[in-house]
């Protein structure tokens, strides 16, 4: 009972946390508007014909994917800005799980990240993208799992990071490339080999395939848009989810404690 | 009692550095006491007081902390402990009640509600005491952004208390606070020692504030290099003397002589105070003195004959 009070309390903190920061919920909201009104607007209208389907709702659905995976990896390694202002040091000293810690900080970030995606459907409604009560349904189960996987995949990362300058370095140089590998922005069904093997190692692929997978279920564009079967994707992503976290969470307890 | 803090041969190497940080320290506390850990910067006060406090693993040694190991049983030993850092480790982003009753819930006192009305009345009564003994119970609402120092410091000081810690760490508490503020933090300090039973652990600078302990180690270079009460330590490294001087110094210094009190002569003769003492010594001058200073050392005098003692036999 305390491990779980502890978990919702770090979770509650980081909600708390984003209700106050006016500024990331305006960013929040214009990123989307950018990316599915600019890039959705000028594909539809150069490559949709040649393509064959309908271009918004391929770039809405990986927009939404990506950025859920996106915040809440990055929700994630703001741990090392909580340790810099010495605030995680209150909660490492704590008797609470370092389990529990991490855990309760992915459920934080992966709310702070639904609140984020709620802008995103609104808009894709705005722009022309017309989800149906069951896609709408889909879309935020499957946004839960994917808030969940980035802040595993987040927790990786963090384990391996020193401090706000290692993280200004490295963390653009691993999620940049993904948006591009993983399919999130332009399509990524052909690819020569190299890129092709770097688009199945990027953890941000599974996540916005196996969101597409669901949105695209039953309907006739499924063969052209989506990778890999739903299935599929959905192994990999707990498989990969499990490995991160346990990982991740060991290595940064460890790293924590052997200086 | 057994010690509450039991420390046996602690060392700590830092990964890639050549010397380690803490070298083989041992020392124990009992409980209730007022300890104090004094040294330079660099000392390895901090190492210390992190291992002790569970958020770094040792390299070699035992640490107890009211009968828990630090290393198998970090858990039970951070139920019994309350730390106040050195740099303040409050959210900034949060009201000062909403940093106390995270805390709370976190050292798993009472579930976890939204508002302060929601939470049990048992905690809201101990808030609200602690923040009366503290002066704070009229900001509780308000966002930490807008504390001064003093007003955080004193915020994490209800914060560490609201589990009723058995042992108290506090590294450099007072550091950036005015003289004011630190005054009253060690009031407020006294009376929760008085009232709990709970055993100080201190790190400071400030000797005036190490005077009040029962037992202090002195440490530098990570190994400790004195210990015992304030009183020992003066008494053992600094004398007590008495400055003098006359109208007639040349009497006076013959007159000494004649006695056999040795002294040493600068711009007052300087006699050092044996097991006489003053009034003995007074006594059997005759000469008419114009000055007698008493000269009684201070801890500061002690520790920086101990610091400087060391740094001498280290480039000797």
Known sequence: MTEI????????????????????????????????????????????????????????????????????????????????????????????????????????????????????????????????????????????????????FGVLTLSNLKDQRSVGQVVPLIMFPQFFLSGAFVPVKVLPLPLEILSRVSPMRYAVDLTRGTYYA?????????????????????????????AGTTLFVRNERNR | MPPIIEVEGLVKRYRKATANAVDGISFAVEPGQLFALLGPNGAGKTTTISILTTTLS????????????VQREASAVRREVGIIFQRPSLDHNLSAEQNIRFHAVLYGLYPFRFTFSGMPAAYRKAVLDLAAVMDLQDDLGKPVKSFSGGMIRKLEIIRSLIHHPKVLFLDEPTIGLDPGSRRNLWEYLLGVRKEHGTTVFLTTHYLEEAEQAHDLCVMTKGRIIARGTPAELRSALVEDYVLVDAQDRAALRSELCELGVSF?????????????????????????????????PTLEDAYLAIIGQTEEDQTT
């Open chain 1, 218 to 246: 039953g309907l006739p564009e499924f063969g052209k848009v989506v990778l890999d079967p739903v299935l599929l994707n959905a192994v990999v992503a707990a498989g990969l989810f499990v490995i991160f976290l346990v």
């Open chain 2, 264 to 296: 040493t002569e600068g711009p007052l003769l300087r006699i050092p105070l044996g097991a006489g003492g003053i009034q003995h010594l007074l006594k059997s001058i005759d000469t008419p003195l114009t000055t007698v200073r008493l000269h009684s």
């Open chain 1, 5 to 152: 009070n502890a978990i919702l309390t770090i979770a509650y903190r980081d909600l708390l946390k984003l209700l106050g920061d006016r500024q990331r919920l305006v960013l929040g909201f214009i990123f989307p508007v950018f990316f599915i009104g600019v890039l959705g607007g000028s594909m539809q209208a150069n490559l949709a014909q040649a393509a064959g389907y309908d271009f918004l709702p391929f770039i809405f659905t990986g927009i939404f994917a990506q950025t859920l995976f996106q915040s809440t990896t990055q929700g994630i390694i703001s741990l090392i800005a909580d340790r810099e202002n010495d605030f995680s040091q209150e909660m490492f000293v704590s008797p609470v799980s370092r389990y529990s810690i991490i855990f309760g900080k992915i459920l934080g970030e992966s709310s702070v990240a639904m609140v984020q995606g709620l802008p995103i459907i609104l808009f894709g409604i705005l722009v022309g993208v017309r989800p149906s009560a069951s896609q709408l349904l889909g879309l935020l189960l499957i946004g839960i799992a994917v808030c969940l996987f980035g802040g595993a």
């Open chain 2, 58 to 69: 040792p390299t070699d040694g035992q640490v107890r902390i009211a009968g828990h190991d």
